[in-house]
């Protein structure tokens, strides 16, 4: 009968430290996005499979935390080296992150287009990566509509250096 207690026992055990790692894991956010200002415009990528636009991002990795998953992403699909200078706060089961470039970015006039030869991912899942302006903002198609947000709120967020 005392080994059946003691079963019973660590049976609880069991199942509470089950929930509480359930819990503490679903705290943990699936995915992080960084928000690069750049004078009037922000930085977006453009999705290889919808053709949508959308912030830099993606999964946050098993061990990774989510501000670092938002500068690694950034690198991956733009080949910009970045830091975090503000936490936005949650976006949806992710986390939004106002980022900056450490070095100047240089576009193209008129379309807003970046060079994306020094992105790791390049051509894999991000096709296309721009500095849009307001107008142009409203007009693009968003990749994820929780990023919708965000968007709307880029316009307070300290600017990345740029090349003039």
Same mark, same amino acid.
């Given at each position: 009968?005392?080994?059946?207690?003691?079963?019973?026992?660590?049976?609880?055990?069991?199942?509470?430290?089950?929930?509480?790692?359930?819990?503490?894991?679903?705290?943990?956010?699936?995915?992080?996005?960084?928000?690069?200002?750049?004078?009037?415009?922000?930085?977006?990528?453009?999705?290889?499979?919808?053709?949508?636009?959308?912030?830099?991002?993606?999964?946050?990795?098993?061990?990774?935390?989510?501000?670092? %998953? $938002?500068?690694?992403?950034?690198? =991956?699909?733009?080949?910009? &080296?970045?830091?975090?200078?503000?936490? /936005?706060?949650? *976006?949806?089961?992710?986390?939004?992150?106002?980022?900056?470039?450490?070095?100047?970015?240089?576009?193209?006039?008129?379309?807003?287009?970046?060079?994306?030869? %020094? $992105?790791?991912?390049?051509?894999? =899942?991000?096709?296309?990566? &721009?500095?849009?302006?307001?107008?142009? /903002?409203?007009? *693009?198609?968003?990749?994820?509509?929780?990023?919708?947000?965000?968007?709307?709120?880029?316009?307070?967020?300290?600017?990345?250096?740029?090349?003039?």
């Amino acid at each position: 009968m005392k080994q059946r207690q003691g079963a019973r026992h660590r049976g609880w055990w069991g199942l509470w430290f089950l929930l509480f790692c359930q819990q503490a894991g679903a705290m943990v956010p699936q995915f992080a996005v960084c928000v690069v200002r750049v004078e009037d415009r922000v930085l977006l990528v453009q999705d290889r499979l919808s053709g949508r636009y959308g912030l830099p991002g993606g999964y946050v990795d098993a061990g990774e935390s989510a501000d670092v %998953a $938002a500068v690694r992403e950034l690198y =991956e699909e733009t080949g910009l &080296r970045g830091e975090i200078t503000a936490d /936005l706060g949650p *976006l949806g089961n992710g986390h939004a992150y106002a980022c900056r470039s450490r070095t100047p970015i240089a576009w193209v006039a008129g379309s807003g287009d970046i060079d994306l030869l %020094a $992105a790791p991912d390049r051509g894999r =899942e991000i096709i296309r990566a &721009r500095l849009a302006d307001q107008t142009l /903002l409203h007009n *693009l198609p968003p990749r994820f509509s929780a990023e919708t947000t965000w968007l709307q709120q880029w316009t307070q967020i300290a600017a990345s250096p740029a090349l003039s």
